[in-house]
């Protein structure tokens, strides 16, 4: 049946049809878990005292809980009151990216001295890496990114989002759980003239395998033969060796070598500021003038996906790093959280090797950062899960942040069990 109305334009419809609801998003399907923030999830609904979750990837303390730094509640105390809520000022921005390329660079750095950098202020590292993925597009929009297999599994998302095709690059080895050097060098060789490629400077995430500064050398060579861009991702300044300096050292040398190098960092895991999303991305420049157009698009690109961040966490890392007492402070807070999760990597070997385990456990210390990639199956992984109520993502990578010295031969004695016969 059809109703007409006499208005200034006629319209007629269905009764019937207008009846029926409109089903928007019906074809919306739920998406897939997160693999690391599902290990989390699940963890949190296990009513088990003998839980532990190996899958945070951020700092814990021998309980288990998360720190909030010494230096974090003196800049705290500085910045209470603050009146100055409105927005992230030029002022407070350009204080952030001083202060976070110095970590980079050095402090000294002529890159600095004389402005051949275009830095911004970015929603962490994951903000940082979303912002040169969408530059990446925007200016070089047939490139594709190489990223490390493994790499985080946020990467993928990431580049995926911004319309950036990927490959991948040979990094670890399986069989003996580091580097495999050789295989990598030849997919450098091997890979396009001008390719863009994704490097992790130190704490590889999720493997905890890092080149060596002689590997880091030729490595950078090669960029520097095949034109190739590298774009660093410095999640965990500081939780590979304890010193800020030496875990910035592969940037540099590509730097000494004349690559052009981008650059994001993030203050979640080294200040313990997680939620507060705190980053930084910069980008080498041949000059001043470059640098000021290259900032200028970043700012725009930023501008469209939202604005500007949120103010206290910048507020609280430009004070340490603008302070030299609280920087001193916080350079020995890092150094402190990376000692002790080194300790507990050596326990967590002595505690197998004195289980008598059939396996070599040396990759767990000579691996470094916050992961060890464990070589478990995923079918030990599982078992670890139902049996031991021991949370970690299905590749084995274990947050090392998660052992603690109470748990740490419970942890021990469950990887013995389901891997004891090899």
């Excluded at 030029?90 to 000294?108: D, F, I, P, Q, R």
């Excluded at 000021?292 to 966490?313: C, D, E, N, T």
């Excluded at 691996?367 to 084995?396: A, K, N, W």
Aim: proline share 5%; glycine share 6%.
């Amino acid at each position: 049946m059809w109703k007409c109305f006499s208005t200034r334009t006629s319209r007629c419809f269905s009764t019937s049809a207008s009846n029926r609801t409109l089903k928007w998003w019906d074809r919306v399907a739920p998406a897939p878990k997160d693999p690391i923030t599902s290990v989390t999830e699940a963890f949190l609904a296990d009513t088990s005292p003998t839980k532990i979750n190996l899958g945070v990837g951020a700092y814990r303390d021998d309980e288990g809980k998360p720190v909030v730094l010494q230096c974090v509640k003196e800049a705290e105390a500085k910045i209470a009151g603050c009146d100055f809520l409105e927005s992230v000022s030029s002022a407070v921005s350009s204080k952030l990216v001083e202060e976070s390329v110095k970590l980079v660079y050095g402090k000294n750095s002529d890159i600095i001295k004389e402005g051949r950098f275009a830095g911004v202020q970015a929603l962490s590292g994951t903000g940082a890496c979303r912002l040169f993925a969408e530059f990446q597009r925007r200016f070089y929009p047939e490139s594709q990114i190489y990223m490390t297999d493994p790499t985080w599994s946020n990467h993928h998302n990431i580049w995926r989002d911004a319309l950036v095709p990927e490959r991948t690059f040979h990094y670890y080895h399986p069989d003996s759980k580091g580097l495999d050097f050789s295989a990598l060098l030849d997919d450098v060789k091997n890979a396009p003239d001008g390719s863009f490629f994704l490097l992790h400077p130190c704490a590889h995430n999720p493997t905890g395998v890092d080149p060596t500064e002689e590997q880091w050398r030729e490595i950078s060579y090669l960029f520097k033969v095949k034109n190739h861009f590298p774009f660093f991702d410095m999640a965990y300044q500081g939780f590979a060796s304890g010193d800020l300096d030496r875990d910035a050292r592969s940037i540099q040398i590509f730097v000494e070598d004349g690559n052009v190098i981008g650059c994001a960092q993030s203050f979640a895991k080294n200040m313990g500021l997680y939620g507060h999303r705190v980053g930084c991305l910069n980008v080498l420049c041949n000059d001043a003038k470059q640098a000021v157009a290259i900032k200028s698009q970043l700012q725009q690109i930023a501008r469209a996906m939202y604005s500007s961040p949120p103010i206290h966490g910048i507020l609280l890392v430009s004070g340490i790093l603008s302070d030299p007492n609280m920087k001193a402070l916080w350079v020995k807070e890092v150094k402190a959280m990376a000692n002790r999760i080194q300790s507990l990597r050596t326990t967590l070997r002595k505690s197998l090797e004195q289980l008598s385990s059939p396996l070599n456990w040396e990759h767990i210390t000579n691996q470094v950062g916050m992961f060890c990639f464990s070589g478990l199956t995923p079918e030990q992984v599982d078992r670890l899960l139902r049996e031991f109520h021991i949370y970690m993502t299905l590749d084995g990578r274990m947050s090392m942040a998660g052992v603690t010295t109470g748990n740490v031969s419970y942890l021990a004695n469950a990887i013995h069990e389901v891997t004891k016969f090899g």
